[in-house]
């Protein structure tokens, strides 16, 4: 199967901060979701980007499928942005691959 | 409002005691799936359905069931549950039968808020 890699793997923001998250992956691919998984366990749509780039108030994202990654950008980072953020790719037989995640906490 | 609807959210139970986690969507979605999240292990697919009548399994299935008898329902069943199911269950699905084909609209998976199921 493919292999989804996301880095950091950790990450520890002050609020207000900027970052990158990043996700790889081994093969082409029919699609690809970031998620946020808040912490009381519950996992958020964020994105939905086969290619090209979104955005939706404080978050955008960026997949370049040709080269095989995704890029998750937080700006003006706030405290409720802590969780672990997912990437998920839809291989071409249509099975859906997890990163292990990034975990961002955000400090006050 | 659209959403995906599990049950229990929190169940103890004890070893070989059967067990059904219920999963219920309003959106009319074809396809159907569940996960479940351990620690270090990230999100495994246990079961998936692409329609009614029709389940496949996943990465994970030795000690699932699942069914798939009408559109909005996919229960997973536990029939003899073990120690080492003791996890986070997540059920998820899409209005495409194929997850990540099309637009948004259609191919976003979506997921509901989680089961966490701890067997003694």
């Known amino acids: 199967g493919i292999q989804v890699e996301q880095s950091p793997p950790d990450l520890i923001l002050q609020e207000g901060a900027n970052s990158t998250l990043r996700c790889n992956f081994s093969d082409s691919v029919n699609n690809l979701q970031w998620f946020h998984q808040n912490p009381w366990g519950q996992l958020i749509n964020l994105f939905y980007i086969p290619s090209g780039t979104k955005q939706n108030g404080r978050l955008s994202a960026t997949t370049v499928a040709t080269e095989r990654y995704s890029l998750l950008y937080i700006s003006s980072s706030q405290t409720t942005d802590s969780g672990v953020y997912f990437c998920?790719?839809?291989?071409?037989?249509?099975?859906?691959?997890f990163g292990a995640g990034t975990t961002v906490t955000v400090r006050a | 409002e659209a959403q995906v609807t599990q049950n229990p959210r929190y169940l103890i139970t004890v070893t070989g005691k059967k067990l059904t986690v219920t999963c219920s969507q309003n959106m009319n979605h074809e396809y159907m799936s569940w996960y479940r999240q351990d620690p270090g292990l990230g999100l495994r697919q246990i079961y998936y359905?692409?329609?009614?009548?029709?389940?496949d399994k996943g990465d994970v299935p030795e000690g699932y069931k699942v069914s798939r008898k009408e559109k909005r329902n996919f229960p997973l069943i536990l029939e003899s549950p073990s120690p080492n199911q003791t996890s986070l269950y997540f059920c998820a699905s899409s209005l495409s039968s194929f997850p990540g084909q099309g637009p948004s609209d259609t191919g976003e998976l979506f997921f509901g808020e989680g089961s966490r199921l701890t067997v003694l």
């Open positions: 998920a790719v839809v291989s071409n037989d249509y099975k859906l691959s």
């Open positions: 359905s692409m329609n009614v009548e029709a389940t």
